[in-house]
């Protein structure tokens, strides 16, 4: 085992799919049924329009601080400890990482209920057959990766241009079909569909969002192997123009073939479904293979986001130090281990989940706000002190718009998100800490300043309340 580190270099091209990658997972099968429940197209629009300006505006903030702190590697953890100390540094990669692994489970969970669609053993996802092979899915990944990193990239990248296909098909087939009349009548809301204010269907989709834009920062978080430091800036923003377009055209193209009520009611993954009720069931089945490819390739790409942030903590020493270390094929061998020994135990869990999809997708998401509303801060605080800018210029200006609106946005999906799942994350946060002190204790260094012991507690009486909730049923899962 070592701590050297990797001279494994990967190419614009190679980082780009690594952030379409990450990107085109899971969520992107299940918008048409995600937005059916919460809006029409009218409120789509909407949705998007907010969403992904504000994940717009945390993309150039990536690609801000990419170019110009370029010695922090491993960007969505080490921003934050800049920017605000080492434990708040601590909370982001925890945050980031075990969300992220939390994001892997729902991967095998819509696997399997694909399957589920054709062999029923594997029923909505959360069966005893179903979490025995996504067990065996599981350690398969594992012991690949270990193989090393620029190999699982390079077979990341061939399955990212074959997942994208089913995608754009779908897309063609949904133009050609497409009926004015029928998006009309679907535009203001539809018949049958529950009477809500448009704030309110926004904020139904908010945290969907969050989790099918999980990955923009992939090029970040992979820095150290970029040929180019400013290839990170650059693939971020090309990934995100791609991806964005086709989630788009993937909510947006439903309601111009079926009527929205029928949207909602179908079971996910609702795109497979939503081809199949236009061209007939040859269409479920070539999405439910696409989905299948991409959800496997995307899982391939967050298992290697997942160790790499843990590793980058280790290496930092803000985790204990054996996560830092690299086997001979300079993989950080003992995160991918707890990563993986981690998403095994919520595999697990999930037999007792009533929508185990639901409930993995939205607590991925959550855990993630922390973590972006870190790095968007950590950017208003570089602009506003003008570190490594002159004392004026329209770059400074354009930063400093760019870091605000984005603090904005993050603030407001932390509102979104509501307190059940806030309450539920703290109760990952809190007892995540004992591996913070686990590497304060090695380096005999001093646990906490005063402000980070009030946010322990905090944290803590968090926690305790959300395990109130649980036990008295006031939270259900």
């Known amino acids: 085992m070592t701590g050297t580190p990797s001279i494994q270099k990967l190419s614009l091209f190679a980082l780009t799919a690594m952030v379409v990658g990450s990107m085109v997972g899971s969520g992107i099968f299940s918008l048409p049924r995600t937005f059916g429940i919460a809006t029409g197209p009218f409120g789509a629009i909407f949705a998007w ?16 601080l990419a170019e110009r702190k370029p010695e922090l590697d491993a960007g969505v953890y080490a921003y934050a400890k800049e920017g605000f100390g080492d434990y708040p540094g601590f909370l982001s990669a925890f945050g980031y990482w075990i ?16 399957l589920g669609a054709f062999f029923p053993v594997f029923g909505d996802g959360n069966t005893v057959t179903a979490i025995i092979v996504a067990s065996i899915g599981i350690w398969l990944f594992h012991f690949m990766i270990l193989r090393g990193v620029q190999q699982a990239a390079a077979i990341n990248t061939v399955v990212t241009i074959a997942k994208i296909v089913p995608i754009l098909v779908f897309i063609a087939i949904l133009v050609s079909a497409f009926k ?36 923009i920062e992939g090029a970040s978080v992979y820095s150290r192997y970029a040929k180019e430091r400013a290839h990170v800036g650059a693939a971020t923003i090309l990934g995100f123009a791609i991806v964005t377009s086709l989630m788009v055209l993937v909510t947006m193209l439903p309601y111009a073939v079926l009527p929205r009520a029928d949207i909602a009611d179908m079971r996910q993954p609702s795109m497979a479904t939503v081809l199949e009720a236009v061209v007939g ?11 299948l490819v991409s959800v496997l390739g995307a899982y391939l790409a967050w298992s290697l986001i ?28 003992a995160a991918l281990w707890l ?11 999930t037999y007792w989940s009533q929508d185990a999809f639901a409930l993995m997708l939205n607590l991925t998401s959550v855990m993630s706000l922390i973590p972006f509303f870190l790095v968007a801060a950590y950017g208003l605080l570089l602009v506003r002190r003008g570190e ?23 603030l407001f999906l932390i509102y979104s998100a509501g307190m059940k799942f806030l309450l539920l994350s703290l109760i990952l946060y809190a007892p995540g800490t004992a591996l913070y002190f686990w590497a304060r204790l090695e380096q005999k260094a001093r646990v906490f300043t005063a402000v ?3 946010i322990f507690i905090a944290a803590a009486i968090g926690a305790a309340v959300g395990i109130h909730g649980l036990a008295t049923g006031y939270i259900k899962i």
């Open 180 to 215: 004015a009349d029928l998006f009309r009548a679907n535009f203001w809301g539809g018949e049958g569909m529950p009477d809500k204010s448009l704030f309110e269907q926004i904020r139904a989709t908010m945290l969907v969002t969050v989790f099918v834009f999980l990955g």
């Open 339 to 349: 990563t993986n020994v981690i998403v095994q135990l919520f595999v697990i869990s």
């Open 99 to 114: 969300g992220s692994c939390i994001g892997n489970v729902s991967y095998w969970v819509l696997i399997k209920s694909t």
């Open 281 to 291: 069931h040859w269409g479920a089945i070539f999405v439910s293979i696409g989905l």
């Open 452 to 454: 980070e012991w009030g």
């Open 388 to 410: 490594t800018y002159e004392k004026s210029g329209s770059e400074h200006t354009r930063d400093t718009i760019f870091a605000g609106i984005a603090v904005i946005y993050t």
């Open 306 to 333: 997942c160790a790499e942030v843990l590793s980058a903590a280790g290496r930092t020493k803000d985790m204990p130090a054996l996560f830092g270390m690299e086997n001979a094929n300079k993989v950080p061998a």
């Open 49 to 64: 329009c907010i969403a992904g300006g504000g994940m717009y505006t945390l993309a150039r903030v990536f690609q801000t």
